[in-house]
């Protein structure tokens, strides 16, 4: 998922290579998005690059191509907004009156009712970080023994940093928002207000560490200021 940033800069350029067949220049880019400095145009660049929505074309000035746009993004939403689409019964069809049948009760019943629906939120990496949680995917009804008191939501997990603590990439990871950790605690840990990664919470003096459960990834420092927890982990669902 993109933050506000991302998307507005995605946007921004596709517009204007629309429009122009050019894409603007970093002060155009830092202008509209009311930015201070480029740097902050630079590592939106970086983030959009990673995730693949643009390419950087080599050997040429300004020379930028926006390869795809979000999934969510149609046309319809690019000009009102974001707005779900609801898939209604018998295709839309009316459906044609029919005589009562007797209720019948499944065991399954009161479950089914109790269940909690829970948010699923995009993806979070569980490798290098991949952008902030902001739009709602889908919904999950877990429940309630599953996942206990408080707000949650669920993430669909990306990478294998998290191998050794059995999170495997495509697991969904179910996540109890707050903004406080202890440590040892696997957090959704956002980076300068940009990138929301899965680690292991740590501390290193005033520091904030970023623990990965891959020997192949290394551990990351970070000043406290930097670091924003935005929930614990509390449960795992995977599909075989």
Known sequence: MLTRKQLELLMFINERLR??????????????????????????ITALEERGFIRRLPNRARALEVIRLPDT?????????????????SLGKPAQAAAPRPEVKSANDDATRSSIP?????????????????HQTRTLSLPPDMIGSGEHYALEVEGD????????NGDTAIIKRGET???????????????????????????????????????????PDR?????RLVGLIRRY
């Open 19 to 44: 429009e122009t067949g050019v894409p603007p220049s970093f002060d155009e880019m830092k202008e509209a998005l009311d930015l201070a400095s480029k740097s902050g145009i630079h590592r939106l």
């Open 73 to 89: 993004l149609t046309p319809s939403t690019q000009r009102r907004g974001f707005s779900p689409s609801v898939i209604e019964g």
């Open 118 to 134: 829970i948010p699923v939120m995009g993806k979070i990496a569980a490798g290098v970080p991949i952008s902030a949680i902001e």
């Open 161 to 168: 940093s998290m191998i050794d603590a059995g999170i495997f």
């Open 181 to 223: 950790a202890n440590a040892g605690d696997i957090i959704v840990a956002l980076v300068d207000d940009e990138e929301a990664t899965l680690k292991r919470f740590r501390r290193k003096g005033a520091s904030i560490a970023l623990e990965a459960a891959n020997p192949a990834y290394e551990t990351r420092i970070f000043g």
């Open 227 to 231: 670091v924003q927890v935005q929930g």
